[in-house]
């Protein structure tokens, strides 16, 4: 067992299990999160477009833009009532194809996944 956890299995709530991500010029950064982690925002992968959670909660409902995000005031969609968590990410190349006549001209890619965290209540 990790020092971390504790024998029921809950991770502890430190910052080495809290992290935040943002996309900085087109650069998706990752910092663990929130203060009092002094470390620097950190570059985690370049050309990257879109980065987007939506948040499913206990009681079936899913976030839906900035309005419905986890908060631990708001019954119903704080942080221990996430049962899933859909990440998607569109990255691009780099330069731009002359042959690839769509939009600006540079490729993209979609990846997507579902997340269960571990350690919930179901």
Known sequence: MNEDEDPSGVIANNPDERFGFRINSNTLEAQCFPDPCTDPWEAVADNID????????????????TTD??????????????????????????????NYQVGDGHRRL?????????????
């Open 69 to 98: 995000l986890p908060s631990n005031s708001v019954v119903g969609r704080n942080f221990a009532d996430i049962r899933e968590v859909a990440i998607s990410l569109t990255a691009k190349t780099s330069q731009a194809d002359p």
């Open 110 to 122: 979609t990846l997507s996944a579902e997340v269960a965290p571990r350690n919930l209540a179901y």
């Open 50 to 65: 879109v980065l987007s959670f939506t948040y499913t909660y206990a009681n079936g409902t899913a976030s839906s833009g």
